[in-house]
């Protein structure tokens, strides 16, 4: 077998788990299911399972095997961009048998076309160049998996299949206290165990170097300027979330709620299970991340401190949640589109926060220190906590 066959067969191995990973998820689900509006501002799954195909068939199948659309200008029903959230439940979309064929034909003409196509290192086509259009397709598919979890927390009585996540995770976060091999106290203010990382300031290089997979946002690597700062080891847990909690009457996380004495219980998938104090607090806002820092005496980190200090922490680590960072989403010096405008240029301003790191849901193969994800300040269903940072001249 020569070595290109390989890397084909590489991606049509990535491809087939990928699927298999959407498949899991959605397997313990009825048609009803599948097609329920649970949330205004959450897809329902037929959309979210329409959209991966219509992706792979916008990208794979017409735009670098130059064929038709198998249903004609419905694909248009799957732009996320013209077609918020909140509408998605009213669109006439694919259901249940003809949903599932389309998500079968389009993969069987993108693995025709993958047979046909040169993706080294060498081709012309900087779609085709290292496989990025594939690679941009896996990780899409990962992407509204994550998404696509988000809705499940809201299904009652959902769980999750065996091995549906990354490596057979179990959908719990591991627990802190094991992770690190140091004792959580869930009643310090400091976010954790108290243990902070010291960051020499001075030049940092950021983002995603030339080669390989990553998404536009991520590059040009370059250089930043940045002061002296600590960061926490650990995201903060839930047992210093409570403990913020009772002394300023701040709101409890998103799926929380009150059980009498035993204080406080998760309510996702319709039931209700015990917080583990020595997890890290997850289904916080932006606001929220933000007030429980001040609170704690510190602030969130910039997206570049995060980067900066992520290989003194080891991060990213997978089974953890994202963490949001205090910094809009902006185009790096340098910025250029690709392979669309809609990925991540449209998204530039101050209208989202970076979130950095990854979740007990994302996949392993998405993990990387430079990858920026995003999302609006007031969002909870996400599964993002925080880590907070103090500047080294305490006054900043
Ligand atoms: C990077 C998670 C904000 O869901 O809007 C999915 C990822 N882009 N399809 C999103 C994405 C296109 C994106 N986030
Ligand atoms: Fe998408």
């Not at 059980?259 to 997850?282: C, F, L, N, Y």
Request: net charge negative; hydrophobic share 40%.
């Amino acid at each position: 077998m020569t070595a290109k066959s390989r890397s084909k067969d590489a991606i049509a191995e990535r491809l087939a788990e990928a699927r298999r990973r959407t498949l899991d998820l959605i397997e313990p689900l009825d048609v009803e299911q599948l097609n329920r509006v649970y949330s205004p501002i959450l897809s329902p799954l037929a959309w979210d399972l329409g959209h991966i195909a219509n992706f792979e068939e916008l990208w794979l199948v017409q735009t670098i095997g130059e064929r038709e659309p198998l249903h004609g200008d419905l694909g248009r029903l799957y732009d996320a961009i013209e077609n918020p959230r909140r509408m998605r439940g009213e669109l006439p979309i694919l259901r249940d048998a003809e949903l599932r064929a389309y998500l079968d034909d389009v993969r069987n003409r993108a693995l025709e076309v993958l047979d046909g196509i040169e993706i080294g290192s060498d081709a012309e086509d900087p779609l085709l160049r290292d496989g990025f259009v594939y690679e941009m397709l896996i990780a899409h598919e990962h992407q509204h998996n994550e998404t696509m979890l988000q809705l499940l927390m809201l299904v009652d009585g959902y769980e999750l299949p065996a091995g549906a996540i990354a490596d057979g995770a179990s959908g719990d976060v591991p627990s802190l206290s094991g992770q690190y091999g140091h004792r959580i106290d869930g009643t310090s203010a400091s976010g954790g165990a108290g243990e902070m990382v010291a960051v020499e300031g001075g030049t940092h290089w950021i983002g995603a170097a030339a080669g390989g997979f990553a998404y536009d946002n991520e590059r040009p690597r370059h250089a930043v300027e940045l002061e002296p700062f600590e960061i926490d080891r650990t995201p903060v847990t839930n047992g210093a979330y409570v403990a913020y909690m009772e002394e300023t009457g701040a709101e409890p996380p998103l799926y929380w709620e009150r059980d009498g004495e035993r204080g406080w219980v998760h309510t996702a998938m319709g039931r209700r299970e015990s917080i583990d104090p020595a997890q890290p607090v997850e289904h916080v806002s932006w606001h929220e991340a933000d007030a429980f820092a001040r609170w704690a005496g510190k602030r969130l980190p910039t997206e570049a401190e995060w980067e900066a200090a992520s290989p003194n922490l080891g991060l990213p680590i997978a089974g953890q949640v994202w963490e949001w960072t205090r910094s809009d989403l902006l185009a790096y010096p340098g910025f250029e589109a690709f392979p669309y405008r809609e990925y991540s240029e449209v998204f530039f301003g101050d209208t989202y926060k970076v979130l950095r790191g990854g979740s007990w849901a994302t996949h392993r193969d998405d993990l990387r220190p430079s990858f920026r994800n995003w999302d609006l300040l007031q969002r909870r269903q996400i599964f993002a906590g925080l880590r907070c940072a103090r500047s080294r001249d305490a006054s900043r």
